[in-house]
């Protein structure tokens, strides 16, 4: 079983590799946030516990969320692993979930961090537009539409959501950023964590990450180095 942590920053393009990556691995992707909702939704005694929390607005403790991590690597598809995209966030969820793969004689294998400046975070996700019809996405600064303000596809106008707005960029990297590093920093000590350069092109940042997992996969041929 291979488990593989991708870290990043808000806009470093976790979403974008965390596919890459698992269908490299042939595993599935694993994010906090739908595992809870799926568990929620199937009524099970871990979605119990969670909607607690989550229908009175509160977090969900680390404990429970890495319960619901370690339930879904049980099933069939994760059984050669999984690519965790997002999840831990705080240095206190990588122990905690450390602790609970070595109870289940499992591991994290290998921590992937995309790494990009805080600026460029800034530049590309305030850059961001979306169609408003149907929602097909845009960078002013590396995708630009043809014609200003219009989408390509359809001709509806493009505008940027709220989230994308420089001012709260800004506040949620304040917010994020700071136990990202604690988190980087935990995996660094630990020796797994793999840094790519995530100002590259989406393909470069493809590749680099396939390379640095432990049994680096090689793009093109899909073949497998050991």
Sequence with gaps: ?????????????????A?????????????SGDLLRASVAADTPIGREA????????????????RAFLDRLAAADAARGAVLDGFPRTRGQAEVLDEA?????????????????????????????ICAANG???????????????????????????DDR???????????VPPLEQVVDYYQRRGILKTVDGRQSIERVSRDVLAALPHPVHVGDGSVAG
Excluded at 5 to 16: D, M
Excluded at 107 to 122: G, N, S, T, W
Excluded at 139 to 162: F, K
Aim: net charge negative; aromatic share 2%; charged share 25%.
């Design 19 to 31: 596919p890459v990556v698992a269908r490299q691995l042939e595993v599935p992707v694993l994010a």
């Design 166 to 176: 420089e001012e709260t960029v800004r506040a949620r990297m304040v917010e994020q």
């Design 101 to 129: 793969l070595a109870d289940a004689d499992k591991r994290v294998d290998a921590a992937m961090f995309i790494d990009v400046p805080i600026e460029d975070l800034v530049l590309r996700m305030a850059s961001r537009r």
């Design 51 to 66: 909607d607690r929390y989550m229908s009175r607005g509160q977090l969900v403790p680390d404990t429970t969320v890495v």
């Design 1 to 17: 079983m291979t488990v593989v942590v991708l870290l990043g920053a808000p806009g470093a393009g976790k979403g974008t590799q």
């Design 136 to 162: 097909h996405v845009y960078n002013l600064a590396s995708n630009p539409p043809h014609v200003p303000g219009v989408c390509d596809l359809d001709g509806s106008p493009l505008v940027q959501r709220d």
